[in-house]
């Protein structure tokens, strides 16, 4: 007789069973792979017993690909082959390389390529093939440390990243040969792992300071469930603008006015080494080699603070934005958690504590705590603990909506609202015998499509004609876990229909999300003006058009001279104040032209009944009505 093997519940009844699962922080300055093992999450390290890979790239004339800690030190003597913060360059088009281009030694490719490509050695690459390289070590490191091939990954983006950006980032795995569970936001990857072990509930800031991009979010933590109340941040502030800040201290300091790639990569190093030693010191020494000459300064914390102090209150002024979209206080806040690498300079855990009014929380590793998240996230995703009661609820960061009519922005999902997540909204046509609809997907808190962001166009074509109003149009937007959009259309009665996955090739400028949240706020009032305005534009088009219809069908026959007198004096008034009046003389003119054609449309109504009853008795329909 054969033996079934049994297990305590949770436990694995066949081990070999367990799907290799990891976590990926996919970081601006450095990089980590996490996994769970035997039900405790750790970061995974390479062969000299390091957990973090730097994410730097080396493209060699021979061909030869060197990633990680041997690229970094290959920065300085050949920075225009070795690329770093290659993040900051994700989703973005060529034209926004404006400002960034300014800081980066790099030689990039003039041609139409709608994404930037670097020139090097190897040849020409895009910021997704150097994600890919950075990708393809932490897999291999993790499929020779876990012995078999990985089932997937759950990787982590910014909080403000944009669908361009998201999209990047799964491309590049997929490039790397990884299959993507999820994208999932750094902040909530950070709650993840803190909430988990601690198992504190209520309200919670993350506060991610990394290399490249800033994020904050606030979310509810209760009974497993990790709510994302708001998110806000700058995908173009970190730890490298520290260091450049210092830099160009150290160049006024140096006297240094023409700067090669080779020195300024030497300056940024040295900037970044300080900043880092300032962290335990009160002072350290920085020397730099020019022109076969040594230079050397002292730099104080006193004068670091001084020079970082700037970028540390855009940091808070971000913060106290995302506490007012969440709707909360400061003194809500339970905790603050700390992530990223850049969260060890004390002026910035300082000048945090003081802003919140409580000491932030640093028992985890902030460099290790996102892949840490991620993993137990990817745990879950993979089947293996299958029991687990961990919910996320992420949100989008800017309203998503649809052109209406008059140039308005019509929502159909708001900002903050948590993914995965579908909303559909019902339409109509807006003149008789229409047969197609245009369908422009457009994002931001305006209500005008002219102070939005356009993502996608496509056309529903195929509608039956009717008269207008009487087609009904399903428009339906889906944004998926890892917050990409799609958007699809359907003419209920006749089942065309029409849909995009919208993947724009570039992302937003480094504020614009910022620009568009803070405009939406000043703007309020002046853009709920304007929008009644339209409204009434729209809405007194309407009625011109439908009178104007009537009028010729049988205005002669069923108005007398007097009365299409004084009907088209009224709609040549409301033409007038349509062009240059108020919303409430729109308004009113409206009623006027409408009282104006009150007998008028009596007499089209009889008319119309009169005409369906002919050549029937009133009895017909009795007898029915009686026989129901």
Known sequence: MALIQIAEPGQSTAPHQHRLAVGIDLG????????VRSGKANTLTDQEGRAILPSVVHYADDKTIVVGHKARELAVSDPHNTIVSVKRLMGRAAKDLKVLAEHMPYQFAEHDSVVPRIKTAGGEVSAVEVSAEILKSLKDRAEKTLGGDLTGAVITVPAYFDDAQRQATKDAARLAGLNVLRLLNEPTAAAVAYGLDSGEEGVVAIYDLGGGTFDVSILRLNKGVFEVLSTGGDSALGGDDFDLAVAEWLMAEAGITELTATLNRQIISEACRAKEALTNADSVTISLQMNEQSWATELSKIKFNELVDSLISKTL??????????????????????????????????????????????????DEVVAIGASLQADI????????????????????????????????????????????????????????????VVQGERELVTDCRSLARFELRGIPPMVAGAARIRVTYQVDADGLLSVSSLEESSGVEAAVTVKPSYGLSDNEIETMLRDSMDHAQEDLQARKLREEQVEADRVLVAIEAALLADGDRLLEADERRLIDQSRTQLAEVRQTGKAEEIKQAVKNLEKTCDAYIARRMNQSIHEAMAGHKIDEYTTNKDAE
């Not at 060890?344 to 003081?354: D, I, L, N, S, T």
């Not at 015998?433 to 245009?438: I, S, W």
Request: net charge negative.
């Open 28 to 35: 601006t300055t450095n990089s980590l792979v996490a996994t």
């Open 317 to 366: 002024a971000s913060c106290r934005r995302a506490l007012r979209d969440a709707g909360i206080d400061k003194e809500a806040i339970n905790n603050i958690v700390m992530v990223g690498g850049s969260t060890r300079v004390p002026a910035v855990r300082e000048r945090v504590a003081e802003f919140f009014n409580t000491e932030p929380l640093v028992n985890i590793d902030p």
């Open 381 to 440: 995703l993979a089947g293996n603990n299958q029991d687990g009661d961990l919910l996320l609820l992420d949100v989008i960061p800017l309203s998503l909506g649809i052109e209406t009519m008059g140039g308005l922005s019509e929502k159909i999902i708001h900002r903050n609202t948590p993914i995965p997540v579908a909303r559909a909204q019902d339409f109509t046509t807006y003149k008789d015998g229409q047969t197609a609809l245009a369908v422009h």
